[in-house]
């Protein structure tokens, strides 16, 4: 019986965990986004020109790849959520665009991702609450609130400059400070 309450217990709080921005308010939201759009160039900042072609396996992306990626999807989510449509035409079809076509150096990722929070930030600022709320399909993974899609994407993009701590840490550098405020 004690088992099974602790179950229950963890599985509240990883539910609270994932529902939680989705419970944010919009202006909350954008700047939630800004935090992690500022954060975010702390790393890119923080990595050297030479580290940003650094893949700790082989079978990995490197530190510039991991932070297109990151592009892509914040253009994907927003794109998604939104129903507005990117300038680069990234869709569910086409999700790796930036990580497969623009320049790996240091200049052209920091510009390209930096553009893709902006991008994001502004979306949400065009949007209304209401729009937040309504449904919208993501592609095979079925309908889901407006809100909940960016709130999805914010977590995308969180995992993936988490991931980038590692390529920091194997050039001797300290990872910027956390920056949950």
Not at 45 to 56: F, H, I, N, R, S
Not at 97 to 117: C, G, N, P, R
Not at 123 to 128: G, P, V
């Amino acid at each position: 019986m004690k088992r099974l309450a602790q179950l229950f217990t963890v599985l509240a709080l990883i539910f609270a965990g994932t529902s939680a921005f989705a419970q944010f308010t919009q202006k909350e939201m954008i700047a939630e986004w800004q935090r992690a759009k500022d954060y975010t160039k702390s790393y890119l900042d923080a990595m050297p020109e030479d580290g940003y072609a650094l893949k700790p396996t082989p079978e990995i992306r490197s530190f510039a790849q991991q932070m297109l990626h990151l592009a892509d999807a914040n253009y994907l989510f927003a794109t998604s959520a939104s129903g507005k449509a990117n300038t680069l035409g990234i869709t569910l079809a086409k999700h790796n665009l930036i990580e497969t076509t623009f320049a790996q150096t240091k200049d052209a990722t920091t510009k390209a991702v930096m553009d893709s929070y902006d991008f994001v930030i502004s979306t949400l600022q065009s949007m209304t609450p209401e729009q937040l709320l309504e449904n919208t399909m993501f592609g095979s993974r079925g309908t889901i609130t407006r809100g909940a899609l960016f709130a999805k994407g914010f977590e995308h993009q969180t995992h993936h400059r988490g991931q980038t701590t590692i390529y920091l840490r194997l050039k001797g550098i300290m990872p910027p400070p956390e920056r949950l405020f």
